[in-house]
């Protein structure tokens, strides 16, 4: 008998009858005997309704408040699939995430869990009770409900299943596990059995939306037996794994990609000891993160040209912050674009093979597409192209690297 943390995403609690299936199968899991936790998000679409309902009120509302709102469409789904549950004669009982001390920092929307109280969820394990908790919300020491960032359901599964040392962690999604790329992009991407651990961290934190990079941090974290597969079907899914050798002999797991990137560029800044520091530093004081970076090597100037990358929300607060530093140092320019995007491959194959960036650089000539930007490291190559090469990128490169699947019909 095994203790199972099951997550369900948006799609998969979509309507009523989706929420029936969802109990169905946890059901399924009961009978067989396994004590099942389940964790929920909203329904699909809701975050983005309560969000849209916020903005008619406040272009920017008080992050406090904001969580107050967004909590609320889990809160409808773990009611909803406990009735189910209780309908299909299943003993169940709902909590938010308040009731069972999911502990977080007062980072509203974007809150960090610190600390998990396991005690009320077993109690009702051993009373034979499936327990359903609301994902994506906590609360803080001063009993302030917050969230955990967009797609933080993932999240709240697995710090639940690391505090309770679940046997497994299963996120059930609309796919049915991890893909060699977004099979939304790349019809022809074919499903992982497995994929190691440090390949997700990857894939997540470069774009692929499947997981929340968070929920794979903490996965690593605490030795979390992780697994994605589909709530629309059968099947083993993906397993994220700590064993690399494992894992079949490819060079290249996946494709990851992501569409919220904006370039900044200060031309003619002067050449000396501090500039990347007094450039950056204000970027950062204003908590704005950045990725990419590159400094020219000066020539016979006495100036260089110095560019970065942001999320593409925060572009136009970092280039107010660019143009005034540009009249402080005497800059001669300063240059944007937000239609760009980032393209990387991904896989620890990439540490015992040579020449993956020159065929990935090749394949993106031959397509003619422009490399505006390079970054690298141990197992992933990240490019910067034009948004309007994202697909005919995506695609080439996979398959350049042979990662295409089954042809699409
Ligand atoms: P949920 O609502 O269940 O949390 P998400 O929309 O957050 O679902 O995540 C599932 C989606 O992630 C898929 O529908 C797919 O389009 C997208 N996705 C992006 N990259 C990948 C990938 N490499 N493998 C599988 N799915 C991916
Ligand atoms: N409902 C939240 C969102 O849409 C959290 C989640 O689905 O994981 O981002
Ligand atoms: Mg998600």
Redesign the pocket.
Known sequence: MALIVQK?????VGSVERIQAVAERVKRWRDQGHRVVVVV?AM?GETDRLLGLARKIQPCPEPRELDVLLSTGEQVTIALLSMALAAQGCAARSYTGAQVHILTDSVHNKARIRDIDAARVHADLEAGRVVVVAGFQGVDEHGDITTLGR?G??TSAVAIAAALKADECQ?????D????????VEPR?RKLDRITFEEMLE?ASLG???LQIRSVEFAGKYRVPLRVLSSFGEGEGTLITFEEDVVEDAKIA?I?FSRDEAKLTILGVPDQPGIAHRILGPIAAANIEVDMIIQNIATEEPTTDFTFTVHRSDYARAMEILRTLASELGARQTLGDEQIVKISLVGVGMRSHAGIASRMFETLAVEGINIRMISTSEIKISVVVDEKYLELGVRALHQAFGLDGVQAA
């Open positions: 369900y995403g948006g799609t998969s998000s699909s797609g359901s993932d996120i059930y999604t609309d796919v596990g991890v893909y060699t790329t977004d099979p939304r991407a894939m692929s939306k499947v996946g990851a």
